[in-house]
């Protein structure tokens, strides 16, 4: 049996949030921590993470949105536990100054490939990354990098409340590993 655990971002998803509504109709998906606002303490939300991966010795999969990559990415670097993959959706780009907040491991993380399989999912006109920052991300943590075109943030304001090709990718993920269990990175576009 696989868990499906809910990474949020730096916000509470609205209602008709992808993330949310997968919580809301699935029961076996769960929000790793509960949402809640600003600000984002990365340290609690890697905290949260631990709790809710080392919970179960069952295998789970990450569905991280936005902060909450980095949630995962951090948590990668600093702890293991029962992951078997990682949908990684709309990473924001965090420059020198986020860096120069938190610690050596959180900046060292960005840079670290995942130990395991990732799917990267970026947009042409995500207003918190660009294209290049996304593909970037992509080839550091060894994912594999799908591109979903002019769709924003991936998010409610972008038009993202049911995502049939998010619950693709987690299917797919969720799938016994094949291969060496890291995605490759790609570039459709």
């Known amino acids: 049996m696989t868990r499906f655990l809910l990474v949020p971002g730096r916000g509470v998803p609205r209602p ?6 997968w919580a809301d109709t699935r029961p076996d998906h769960r929000w790793a921590s509960p949402p809640s606002g600003p600000p984002y303490l990365l340290d609690e939300r890697v905290a949260g993470l631990h709790a809710a991966v080392t919970a ?3 295998p789970a999969v990450l569905i991280a949105h936005s902060a909450g990559c980095l949630t995962t990415v951090v948590w990668a670097a600093r ?13 924001p780009y965090v420059g020198p100054d986020w860096m120069s907040e938190t610690d050596a491991t959180a900046a060292a993380a960005l840079g670290r490939r995942l130990p395991f399989r990732s799917v990267l999912v970026a947009s042409r006109t995500d207003p918190h990354a660009t294209w290049d920052q996304s593909r970037r991300y992509a080839e550091r943590w060894g994912a594999e990098l799908v591109d979903v075109g002019d769709a924003g943030h991936v998010d409610t304001r972008s038009g993202y409340g049911p995502w049939p ?7 797919r993920l969720a799938a ?10 790609a570039d459709p576009a």
Request: avoid cysteine; aromatic fraction near 2%.
């Open 16 to 21: 008709g949030h992808w993330q949310r509504r």
């Open 176 to 185: 016994p590993e094949a291969g060496s269990g890291h995605g490759s990175p």
């Open 165 to 171: 090709e998010g619950e693709r990718l987690v299917a």
């Open 79 to 91: 702890h293991a536990g029962p992951v078997r993959a990682a949908l990684l959706v709309a990473p």
């Open 56 to 58: 179960d010795d069952e």
